[in-house]
T-cell receptor
Framework: DTGVSQDPRHKITKRGQNVTFRCDPISEHNRLYWYRQTLGQGPEFLTYFQNEAQLEKSRLLSDRFSAERPKGSFSTLEIQRTEQGDSAMYLC???????????FGPGTRLLVL | AQTVTQSQPEMSVQEAETVTLSCTYDTSESDYYLFWYKQPPSRQMILVIRQEAYKQQNATENRFSVNFQKAAKSFSLKISDSQLGDAAMYFCAYRRKFFSAGNMLTFGGGTRLMVKP
């Protein structure tokens, strides 16, 4: 068990381009969370999955954002028509059950030029 | 909605000394979880310690302990015998206990801890 992994670790893109990030949770963790962290701030919740079902989305998740978790395994977060305000660290976390601790991945740092 | 506030953007401590990081939160619920997470520079966030609100006893993990004051909605972290490896951003976080509308973490803004040799 190597922990939560995220790919890529860094992404630089031009405004208006689409980007996709991937998260691989710890094996057999059925809950998966996405957070966004801007520089110098604490992470903010974006969305979470229980198995393949997306059960909650934050108001921060505009219609340019979409997340999937096919087959309840890895998850992807796509941002369409990126804006400079999307520049942030995107963190993924997983937990085995609702009451258990969330374990975080290393994050994907996005820079939109 | 729950909010978490960390009023100390930066703290510094001499190696081997003790430091306390502050956190206050606001909630209307009576049962919940509180956490301290550590985020070293360019490294992933890891759990330091967690507290269940219904437990009156303060949680302890080796050199890390908390002072949980439920009535005051205060949750401070004490680091004893500080080490250079303790230098990091520390985030206080809140989570609802009952899994109804979700159990996402609500984070404070963080405290940057510097450890001086």
């Amino acid at each position: 068990d190597t922990g939560v992994s995220q790919d890529p670790r860094h992404k630089i893109t031009k405004r208006g381009q689409n980007v996709t990030f991937r998260c691989d949770p710890i094996s057999e963790h059925n809950r998966l969370y996405w957070y966004r962290q801007t520089l110098g701030q604490g992470p903010e919740f974006l969305t979470y999955f229980q198995n393949e079902a997306q059960l909650e989305k934050s108001r921060l998740l505009s219609d340019r954002f979409s997340a999937e978790r096919p087959k309840g395994s890895f998850s992807t977060l796509e941002i369409q028509r990126t804006e400079q305000g999307d520049s942030a660290m995107y963190l993924c976390a997983s937990s085995p059950e609702a009451r258990e601790t969330q374990y975080f991945g290393p994050g994907t740092r996005l820079l939109v030029l | 909605a729950q909010t978490v506030t960390q009023s100390q953007p930066e703290m510094s401590v001499q190696e081997a000394e003790t430091v306390t990081l502050s956190c206050t939160y606001d909630t209307s619920e009576s049962d919940y979880y509180l956490f301290w997470y550590k985020q070293p520079p360019s490294r992933q966030m890891i759990l330091v310690i967690r507290q269940e609100a219904y437990k009156q006893q303060n949680a302890t993990e080796n050199r890390f302990s908390v002072n949980f004051q439920k009535a005051a909605k205060s949750f401070s972290l004490k680091i004893s015998d500080s080490q250079l490896g303790d230098a990091a951003m520390y985030f206080c976080a809140y989570r609802r206990k009952f899994f109804s509308a979700g159990n996402m973490l609500t984070f404070g803004g963080g405290t940057r801890l510097m450890v001086k040799p």
